[in-house]
T-cell receptor
């Protein structure tokens, strides 16, 4: 069964600090990997999308990396802000069958002043 | 440009009652989706549509029906609600980029919180 595992489950950091969130997947064969940000009580918003051939993608202070060989991705947040407090969700689509995406459970990030 | 909107925002149902959740998008997207999000679990796809008049089953379709009579609207129906359907429901839509519908960026609505007692 295709799985997407995210770590840590939750993270607390101070404003201005950097942090890195991890995503490991077993989805194969791989189509693309997306990172979403979900604020409390809101729908997810796309941050980055990477295909098999890409190994890094940036969106402002957010940088996602992908290692397709080890089936790992990370989301690095630079100079965190209070507004970064949210759940970050990793989503993987595989290129065989129905392409139904597999969502991770998310990492809950809290940024303290 | 409102993006993706969902109505209602909250709803409480009794077991056995029926209801319809409405999703509307004003971005002229071809593809639309319904997900449910439960505590401690990732979002799971219920049904999706690749165009007006078409629907397809997702990962957890049992107990739900959908219709896409107009391109901009996607309705999710619960014919006989059960407590296991207590969840937050999200609608999403995406462009037709000539790629597999489910594999590209999706724009989500704000969600509908449904409680079935």
């Amino acid at each position: 069964k295709n799985q997407v595992e995210q770590s840590p489950q939750s993270l607390i950091i101070l404003e201005g600090k950097n942090c890195t969130l991890q995503c490991n997947y077993t989805v194969s064969p791989f189509s693309n990997l997306r990172w979403y940000k979900q604020d409390t009580g809101r729908g997810p918003v796309s941050l980055t999308i990477m295909t098999f051939s890409e190994n890094t993608k940036s969106n402002g202070r957010y940088t996602a990396t992908l290692d397709a060989d080890t089936k790992q991705s990370s989301l690095h947040i630079t100079a965190s802000q209070l507004s970064d407090s949210a759940s970050y969700i990793c989503v993987v689509s595989f290129s065989g069958g129905s392409y139904i995406p597999t969502f991770g459970r998310g990492t809950s990030l809290i940024v303290h002043p | 440009n409102a993006g993706v909107t969902q109505t209602p925002k909250f709803r409480v149902l009794k077991t056995g009652q029926s209801m319809t959740l409405l999703c509307a998008q004003d971005m002229n997207h071809e593809y639309m989706y319904w997900y449910r999000q439960d505590p401690g679990m990732g979002l799971r796809l219920i049904h999706y549509s690749v165009g007006e008049g078409t629907t397809a089953k997702g990962e957890v379709p049992d107990g739900y029906n959908v219709s896409r009579l107009k391109k901009q609207n996607f309705l999710l129906g619960l014919e006989s609600a059960a407590p296991s359907q207590t969840s937050v429901y999200f609608c999403a839509s995406s462009y037709d980029r000539g790629e597999i519908p489910l594999s590209y960026e999706q724009y989500f609505g704000p969600g509908t919180r449904l409680t079935v007692t």
